[in-house]
Nanobody, 124 residues
Framework: QVQLVESGGGLVQAGGSLRLSCAASGRTFSYYAMGWFRQAPGKEREIVAAIRWSAAGTYYADSVKGRFTISRDNAKNTVYLQMNSLKPEDTAVYYC?????????????????WGQGTQVTVSS
C-alpha cells in the first residue's frame, strides 16, 4: 500500500504560481512512477504531468507545457508540481497518483494509488 497526501492548492490570480506537493508513505516510493492529474467540474480526469521512478523522463500535457514542472525527491518521498503562469482554465482538483511501473502511464486506470486531491482555483 502507498498513501498519498497532496498539499499546496489554493486560490491564485491569473498569471500567478503555486507549488503542489505530494507526500508518499508506505511502500518504497522510488519504485513508482508518479503522475499529476486534474479534474474540473463536469469534465473527465486528465493527466497533467508524469515522471519516471528515476526522474529520468517526464511527460507534460500540451496545455501545460512550458508552464508546469514536475519533479521528485525520492529521499523525501515527495513529488512536486510547480505551476507558473496559471490560467483560469487550470482551475480543477489536482490529484497525485502512483503507478508501479518503469515508465509513466498516461491513463488514469494504470495508476495504482491516488491521493485525496487538492483544489486549485485561478481567478481572472
Amino acid at each position: 500500500q502507498v498513501q498519498l497526501v497532496e498539499s499546496g492548492g489554493g486560490l491564485v490570480q491569473a498569471g500567478g504560481s503555486l507549488r503542489l506537493s505530494c507526500a508518499a508513505s508506505g511502500r518504497t516510493f522510488s519504485y513508482y512512477a508518479m503522475g499529476w492529474f486534474r479534474q474540473a467540474p463536469g469534465k473527465e480526469r486528465e493527466i497533467v504531468a508524469a515522471i519516471r521512478w528515476s526522474a529520468a523522463g517526464t511527460y507534460y500535457a500540451d496545455s501545460v507545457k512550458g508552464r508546469f514542472t514536475i519533479s521528485r525527491d525520492n529521499a523525501k518521498n515527495t513529488v512536486y508540481l510547480q505551476m507558473n503562469s496559471l490560467k483560469p482554465e487550470d482551475t480543477a482538483v489536482y490529484y497525485c497518483a502512483a503507478a508501479l511501473s518503469v515508465t509513466y502511464p498516461l491513463r488514469a486506470v494504470r495508476y495504482d494509488y491516488w491521493g485525496q486531491g487538492t483544489q486549485v482555483t485561478v481567478s481572472s
